[in-house]
């Protein structure tokens, strides 16, 4: 559900370069792609098998002369890819970055739930990732929105944030952080997204279209 509504919020343009920090096996990526068909993606993974995995899913969909993954580590930095800027970056960084409060479903599945330099090296490589004025977008913890937000802020700005529901009488679960790299204008807090009617748990008309590739998660 995360890369969905990351995928969604994705604006980029005809010829624009996007880039995403922890792609796994490419779900959001090839949403994105999906339905921005004019313009290129670049995905990043440490884990060599999801990432070869990512490669065979954009060979299956035919995307893979305007989708290419590379295996490499978020937490060593942009630079390490030796890779230029892009239009936009985006990221569903890992949600936890302290041991004693994870408990991963399985070892194998510590890396995409455990940010090993916190998520300060995830902001620092997407920060990095965007020339000025690019597109930084995360989805996130509600939680951490405060970390975010004071992370991307020396370099960043324009922030426009949306909330992420599961009910509309429920607090956000989830929260999409959309920054711009030297950006100075007012933050913007948008309405919520809520995800499930209390009617058997069912999805809102809203996010039905958003998961079926009908509307975007616009800002």
Same mark, same amino acid.
């Given at each position: 559900?995360?890369?969905?509504?990351?995928?969604?919020?994705?604006?980029?343009?005809?010829?624009?370069?996007?880039?995403?920090?922890?792609?796994?096996?490419?779900?959001?990526?090839? +949403? %994105?792609?999906?339905?921005? !068909?004019?313009?290129?993606?670049? $995905?990043?993974? =440490?884990? @060599?098998?999801? /990432?070869?995995?990512?490669?065979?899913?954009?060979?299956?969909?035919?995307?893979?002369?305007?989708?290419?993954?590379?295996?490499?580590?978020?937490?060593?930095?942009?630079?390490?890819?030796?890779?230029?800027?892009?239009? +936009? %970056?985006?990221?569903?960084? !890992?949600?936890?970055?302290?041991? $004693?409060?994870? =408990?991963? @479903?399985?070892? /194998?599945?510590?890396?995409?739930?455990?940010?090993?330099?916190?998520?300060?090296?995830?902001?620092?490589?997407?920060?990095?990732?965007?020339?000025?004025?690019?597109?930084?977008?995360?989805?996130?913890?509600?939680?951490?929105? %405060?970390?975010?937000?004071?992370?991307?802020?020396?370099?960043? $700005?324009?922030?426009?944030?949306?909330?992420?529901?599961?009910?509309?009488?429920?607090?956000?679960?989830?929260?999409?952080?959309?920054?711009?790299?030297?950006?100075?204008?007012?933050?913007?807090?948008?309405?919520?997204?809520?995800?499930?009617?209390?009617?058997?748990?069912?999805?809102?008309?809203?996010?039905?279209?958003?998961?079926?590739?009908?509307?975007?998660?616009?800002?």
């Amino acid at each position: 559900m995360d890369a969905a509504l990351l995928a969604a919020t994705c604006d980029a343009g005809p010829g624009d370069r996007v880039i995403e920090a922890g792609c796994g096996v490419g779900g959001a990526l090839l +949403a %994105a792609a999906a339905r921005r !068909p004019g313009s290129r993606f670049h $995905g990043v993974e =440490r884990d @060599p098998q999801a /990432a070869e995995l990512a490669r065979g899913n954009a060979a299956l969909n035919k995307m893979s002369d305007r989708v290419e993954i590379t295996t490499g580590e978020v937490e060593v930095g942009f630079r390490a890819l030796d890779l230029p800027v892009f239009d +936009a %970056a985006m990221s569903n960084p !890992p949600f936890f970055d302290d041991p $004693g409060a994870l =408990r991963a @479903p399985s070892p /194998a599945k510590t890396g995409a739930w455990m940010a090993d330099g916190g998520l300060a090296a995830w902001t620092g490589f997407l920060l990095k990732a965007v020339r000025e004025g690019g597109s930084i977008t995360i989805i996130h913890r509600a939680d951490r929105l %405060a970390d975010i937000l004071a992370l991307l802020a020396p370099k960043a $700005g324009s922030f426009k944030v949306r909330p992420i529901q599961p009910f509309a009488d429920a607090p956000a679960k989830r929260v999409i952080v959309r920054a711009i790299k030297t950006g100075k204008a007012p933050l913007v807090l948008f309405p919520a997204l809520v995800l499930h009617e209390r009617d058997g748990g069912h999805h809102s008309a809203a996010a039905e279209a958003i998961f079926r590739g009908e509307a975007d998660l616009g800002w």
